[in-house]
């Protein structure tokens, strides 16, 4: 198993960036492929982007495609998402999942190892 832990969430005004980490340790990293998730008050909980094994492949959301960048460093075992451009409807706690499975997936059952998760709050 792999146990992961996110860091980098604040309030920001909008318009302003942040940079999400997740740090993860256990299993091997470069074995999982790596999502981010968000969920807001009385939302359900959805995908915002996916990075495959060593990072060759990338998947967003529309809401946030231009605007976030996910990356991922397998040597620090961390994964990023830069998040830039930010709006109020952004607002949210972020959660960094691994999944064990090959391909990158949009479903969060799909994810078998979640982090803490992180609060991101924008300001109008």
């Known amino acids: 198993q792999v146990q992961l832990v996110e860091s980098g969430g604040g309030l920001v005004q909008a318009g302003g960036s942040l940079r999400l980490s997740c740090a993860a340790s256990?299993?091997?990293?470069?074995?999982?492929?790596m999502g981010w998730f968000r969920q807001a008050p009385g939302k359900e909980r959805e995908f915002v982007s996916g990075i495959s094994r060593r990072g060759g492949n990338t998947y967003y959301a529309d809401s946030v495609k231009g605007r976030f960048t996910i990356s991922r460093d397998n040597a620090k075992k961390t994964v990023y998402l830069q998040m830039n451009t930010l709006e109020p409807e952004d607002t949210a706690v972020y959660y960094c999942?691994?999944?064990?499975?090959?391909?990158?997936?949009?479903?969060?059952?799909?994810?078998?190892?979640w982090g803490q998760g992180t609060q991101v709050t924008v300001s109008s």
């Open positions: 256990g299993d091997i990293f470069s074995g999982y492929v």
């Open positions: 999942a691994a999944n064990g499975g090959v391909v990158v997936t949009m479903d969060p059952t799909g994810y078998h190892y």
